[in-house]
């Protein structure tokens, strides 16, 4: 036996996405608050025009982004993350210890010919994390491959300098 087709009614999900804006036909609004079934939770009513002039947007961002603890409304806590290449900061640090083991110039542009030699040798890994998750995730990585792009792109760079 197939299941019946769920009917529901189009203008009441709106009114419950989109509490702020009036019902396009007024009628249609206590006939769609009748139907709705006593477990499910509320439609937040839509402010009056008054009240709307009075809250700006900013007291609106935080109302809904904030977290509620015991009935309290919480701020929330605004989290900066960043999109970060590993392999680029695994470079970086293995970058003056190599360089050092090579005895070669290590001005500025065979450094970052190198870096981007390197670079070019080895799978980018981009993540998005947190500032106090980049040390973790640099430290899980193996630095075997990174160390092997490195001598390949300094060994490079000390053959044909660009200076």
Do not use: W
Request: charged share 30%; net charge negative; with cysteine.
């Amino acid at each position: 036996m197939a299941k019946p087709k769920m009917e529901f009614d189009k203008d009441y999900i709106y009114n419950l996405i989109m509490p702020s804006v009036p019902p396009a036909n007024a009628s249609e609004a206590p006939a769609a608050a009748a139907d709705m079934p006593a477990s499910s939770p509320e439609a937040v009513p839509a402010p009056s025009a008054e009240e709307d002039e009075d809250n700006p947007i900013s007291d609106l961002r935080s109302r809904l982004f904030s977290r509620k603890n015991n009935g309290v409304a919480i701020p929330a806590v605004k989290r900066e993350y960043a999109v970060v290449n590993i392999m680029e900061l695994l470079v970086s640090d293995r970058l003056d210890s190599a360089f050092s083991k090579f005895h070669c110039c290590q001005c500025d542009k065979c450094r970052k010919d190198a870096v981007a030699a390197a670079l070019n040798l080895l799978q980018p890994e981009y993540v998005v994390a947190e500032a106090d998750e980049i040390d973790a995730l640099r430290r899980e990585h193996s630095t075997k491959e990174v160390s092997a792009a490195l001598v390949k792109a300094i060994l490079q760079v000390r053959a044909h300098p660009r200076h």
